[in-house]
């Protein structure tokens, strides 16, 4: 499989700053430069040649970084692993699975004890929502004190995206399913709507920024579907298997969005 490498103009003027290329053109080079070598070399031999300066600037610091390095002490395994797991989620997101995985364990104890709301199961209502907390989490400025640092990196596009969800998707979605289990509620009627809203939240975030979507589709499902279901005693039609089909629909639609969209997540605003 042939490699498109990065043109002569761009690796010359990202050499040289960056500030006469367009913004799109910066965040392609960058994510291009992680994973090409011979792009790298180039970028190297055109700072030298063309930017002195940062060369001389770059063997300052080496040099004094050089010693302290030397001495440095090999990363203990424990935090190479807590390394990796910063790849999928932030610690500011333990607590918020915490809660949403003590929210679903508080939806089954009412169904088990049938202090539920008629023959409404709290663990179907509030199934969709529940992951939807968890990548509002994920990607909310004011938890994650890395935000900005996280948000401007190369990989922070859908790819990183992509990885918390999965990250929330993992915790939550066990739980509902030993929570379905138990209830006897049927795996699709709670897995559907679960990835649907989901899938909704990541196509919507392309536009006004995940955390906004998320909060603003779970204000919606309070007020559309968990209010009149509680004040009736009823299972709305959404929740029941006559309406999979629909979830079935938004799901892909959410899918196909995110797919044609997917160079939004390389705007900052989508992360917010």
């Known amino acids: 499989m042939s490699v ?91 607590p918020w699975l915490a809660m949403v995985v003590g929210v679903t364990l508080l939806a089954l104890l009412l169904d088990t004890v049938g202090s539920g709301s008629g023959e409404v199961s709290m663990v179907l209502l509030f199934a969709p929502v529940l992951p939807v907390l968890g990548v509002a989490a994920s990607w909310s400025r004011g938890l994650d004190p890395a935000y900005e640092l996280t948000a401007s990196v190369p990989r922070a596009g859908l790819h990183l995206v992509l990885r918390r969800t999965a990250s929330v998707l993992g915790v939550v979605v066990p739980a509902l399913l030993l929570g379905g289990w138990m209830t006897g509620v049927m795996v699709a009627q709670w897995l559907l709507p679960c990835l649907a809203f989901t899938a909704t939240t990541l196509a919507l975030g392309g536009v006004v920024g995940v955390t906004r979507a998320a909060v603003v589709l779970a204000g919606v499902w309070a007020a559309v579907v968990v209010a009149p279901t509680l004040a009736t005693s009823r299972t709305a039609f959404a929740l029941r298997t006559g309406g999979l089909p629909a979830w079935g629909l938004v799901l892909a639609l959410g899918i196909g969005v995110v797919i044609a969209r997917r160079g939004a997540y390389s705007v900052l605003g989508a992360h917010r």
Do not use: K, N, Q
């Open 4 to 94: 498109e490498h990065a043109s002569t103009r761009i690796i010359e003027g990202y050499a040289r700053g960056g500030t006469d290329l367009a913004a799109d053109e910066v965040w392609a080079v960058e994510g291009h430069l992680e994973a090409c070598r011979v792009c790298r070399d180039r970028l190297s031999a055109a700072v030298v040649a063309g930017v002195p300066a940062v060369v001389s600037l770059v063997d300052t610091v080496w040099s004094g970084l050089e010693p302290e390095l030397t001495v440095t002490a090999t990363m203990p395994r424990g935090r190479r692993w807590s390394a990796r797991l910063a790849r999928w989620m932030t610690p500011t997101m333990v």
